[in-house]
Structures are given as C-alpha cells and as structure tokens.
C-alpha cells in the first residue's frame, strides 16, 4: 500500500469524473481540473480522491495533491528511485525521451498495472531530451 506526505493540496472544480491516484490537469474554467488525456499534457497534481459523474452533479470538487509525496496509480511495473511520468490515462509510467517528468518513486515499487505507488512530485515536470 503506498503512503502520500504531501506538503501542498488544493481544492478544485472537477469538470469530469476524476480517479484517485491518477494525474490532472487544470480544466477549461477558472479554478477547475480535467483528467489528462495524452502523455504529455502538463501535470497540475494528483486526484486524492475518486469523484463521480453524479458527485459534481451534487457539487463535489476535487482535492489536489500539488506538492509533496503523492499516492499514485502505476501503469506497469515500477522500481524506487523511476523517473515517473504519464501515460494518456492519468497512470504512472517509466519516463522515456519526450516525456514530461512529473517525479520520482519513493516508495512502495509496483509489480503490476494498478498498484499504487508513493511519488515525490517534480510539478509542473520537465520535457526529457
């Protein structure tokens, strides 16, 4: 199970239904956040939280983690001290050239698509050569 030590979160408008542990992007509206939705989309922070379709509906928002040690979902099998980045999903992934880094794992290294793992955010992250 991974742990998150986040130093910054903020709340948000979610404009879709959003997956705990999955990156976001800043959304179309002020003070709003979008699910990502290619690699390399910029990287506002990690959903703590899963929100639903029905939920926004009933005006939930979305919390944050901008900063810190985040909890997030790995793409694949992941080892402390990866380069973390996206994938079209949101879920963590090995930072290959072109991507956008958006930290490190630091804990809690993933076998396999799902696990969660614990990641030090590098935000916005930078495009790799």
């Known amino acids: 199970m991974a742990d998150s030590n986040f130093v910054l979160s903020r709340g948000f408008d979610a404009e879709v239904a959003l997956t705990k542990g999955r990156a976001v992007k800043a959304g179309t509206e002020a003070e709003s956040v979008t699910a990502v939705t290619a690699e390399g989309d910029e990287v506002l922070g990690i959903a703590m939280f899963d929100v639903t379709t029905a939920e ?28 973390i980045a996206i994938n079209a999903s949101g879920q963590a992934v090995a930072v290959n050239s072109g991507a956008r880094t958006v930290g490190m794992c630091v804990g809690n290294p993933s076998t396999n698509s799902g696990d969660r793992i614990s990641v030090l955010l590098s935000l916005p992250g930078v495009v790799t050569a």
Do not use: T, Y
């Open 56 to 83: 926004i509906g009933q005006g939930k928002g979305a919390s944050v983690a901008m900063m810190g040690v985040a909890e997030m979902e790995a793409a694949a099998a992941l080892a402390v001290g990866d380069d």
